[in-house]
């Protein structure tokens, strides 16, 4: 009897416990917490983002909420079949303020991760790093029904899905530009730009591959959402 009375108030500690967690720790720290486009990459959060594909209803909301607030313009598409079906992809049209150099087709986490990427990272350091506004970004683009590598028997690349996105520059207001293929080891503002803007963005994806992983990815960076934060 008395060890089932310890049982109960145990459970009743841990039960007030969770609920004073939940009703005060910060929504970026809290993983029953609905996510929040602005929300920083905590543990937390990133793992709240592994989860929206699990949710398309909540990942299409956080779209919507980033609309409103002018910092994405997007457009649904069709559900498609064949060797690589998408369901719920949507195609990117802008950042906001930040234009790309051409729209493109994106799983919604991987469109919620980007924006989060432009807006939390991208864009405040154009202004510390560079000097200078961020305008645009430059893309080898997302979606390729393809195999990794377009290697015979590999597995499917995360492209197939649409879960990669392929940035390959950056233009600012001055109406400077610069390019990850020559600015990477370049010097200067354009080279420090680079180097923080990649390794400040890595949080928010599952993977983000640069100059430095292999020389297929020497003039980009692949920024996927498979995996648990490889960062190189």
């Keep these: 009897m008395a060890k089932g009375v310890t049982i109960v108030i145990g459970m009743v500690i841990v039960a007030t416990a969770g609920f004073w967690l939940y009703e005060r720790l910060p929504a970026q720290y809290n993983p029953f917490a609905p996510l929040s486009i602005d929300d920083p990459p905590t543990l937390a959060t990133r793992y709240k983002l592994r989860a929206l594909a699990n949710?398309?209803?909540?990942?299409?909301?956080?779209?919507?909420?980033a609309k409103s607030r002018g910092q994405l313009n997007f457009r649904r598409v069709s559900d498609t079949t064949g060797n690589c079906p998408l369901t719920d992809a949507?195609?990117?049209?802008?950042?906001?303020?930040?234009t790309l150099s051409s729209s493109f087709l994106a799983s919604c986490p991987l469109a919620v991760s980007s924006t989060m990427f432009v807006h939390q990272r991208a864009?405040?350091?154009?202004?510390?790093e560079f000097g200078s506004k961020l305008t645009r970004i430059?893309?080898?683009g997302s979606f390729a029904c393809?195999?990794?590598?377009?290697?015979?028997?590999a597995r499917l690349s995360e492209h197939a899905t649409a879960d990669a996105l392929d940035i390959s520059g950056f233009g600012f207001a001055n109406e400077q530009q610069i390019s990850v293929l020559k600015g990477w080891r370049a010097n200067?503002?354009?080279?420090?730009y680079l180097h923080a803007v990649f390794e400040n963005g890595c949080p928010f994806f599952g993977n983000s591959l640069g100059p430095e992983y292999n020389?297929?990815?020497?003039d980009h960076f692949h920024l996927g959402m498979r995996g648990h934060g490889l960062c190189r």
């Design 138 to 140: 430059n893309h080898l």
């Design 215 to 218: 020389a297929a990815h020497a």
């Design 90 to 98: 949507v195609r990117v049209q802008d950042f906001g303020s930040v």
């Design 123 to 128: 864009a405040p350091l154009a202004q510390t």
């Design 188 to 192: 200067g503002k354009g080279r420090e």
């Design 146 to 153: 393809r195999n990794i590598y377009n290697r015979e028997g």
């Design 55 to 65: 949710y398309p209803q909540a990942c299409l909301a956080l779209l919507q909420q």
